[in-house]
């Protein structure tokens, strides 16, 4: 459990009976790369936001392969969870966290009690709401509108700015999977990009030179 103080200075906005609140109900977790925070199919019993750490969020199909839909960082909330206001709710996506993440969990029946009752808590659900609706337009515009070599280079963006860092630690089986295409045209494409300098392949990861040339 996070005290008051530990909430303020992480979440500077809201108010003190908010805070205060938060400190009497929250749950405090520790994840481990690689853990299931939530999968597809499981009951959504509680909402969480991420404290340090990364998660990521993708859409299963009937298969069990997995399509990346985007990140959560810290400071920022699970919009899947928030809208389940009671516990009859199936998740429709998988999350797991990226390296060691810590995260607090929050009672379901308190999301529409501090909706009405706290300005803060309600401009910070519209945002994580937004901004998960304009990631989700961003990535329907690239699976509908964009080749899938313009779709590897968003991806490879998109983890580059969010993992901050220039090695991606990525198979291009695991990269064929996120991107809903076989290992094979992911390796084809790969290959394109370290030849024109912008990219160079190792045997699990890929690094970063200058995709910004593109």
Excluded at 161 to 185: C, G, M, Q, W, Y
Aim: charge should be negative; charged fraction near 30%.
């Amino acid at each position: 459990m996070l005290t008051k103080q530990e909430i303020h200075e992480r979440f500077p906005d809201f108010e003190p009976e908010l805070v205060r609140e938060m400190a009497g109900v929250c749950q405090l977790r520790n994840f481990a790369d690689g853990n299931l925070l939530m999968k597809t199919g499981q009951y959504i019993k509680s909402t969480m936001v991420i404290l340090s750490g990364l998660v990521k969020v993708s859409r299963e199909d009937e298969e069990g392969d997995e399509f990346f839909m985007y990140y959560i960082e810290p400071g920022q909330a699970c919009a899947l969870s928030m809208v389940c206001s009671n516990k009859q709710n199936i998740s429709e996506l998988t999350a797991k966290s990226v390296g060691d993440t810590e995260v607090i969990t929050l009672p379901l029946d308190k999301m529409d009690e501090w909706m009405m009752k706290y300005k803060s808590w309600y401009y910070f659900v519209l945002g994580t709401y937004r901004r998960r609706f304009e990631e989700l337009l961003t990535t329907i515009d690239h699976i509908a509108f964009r080749n899938m070599d313009e779709r590897l280079v968003f991806y490879l963006k998109k983890n580059q700015d969010t993992l901050k860092t220039n090695i991606l630690p990525f198979t291009h089986a695991e990269i064929a999977t996120e991107l809903n295409s076989s290992r094979e045209v992911i390796t084809r494409l790969m290959k394109k990009l370290a030849d024109k300098g912008l990219v160079k392949l190792h045997r699990n990861s890929i690094e970063i030179l200058d995709l910004d040339a593109l």
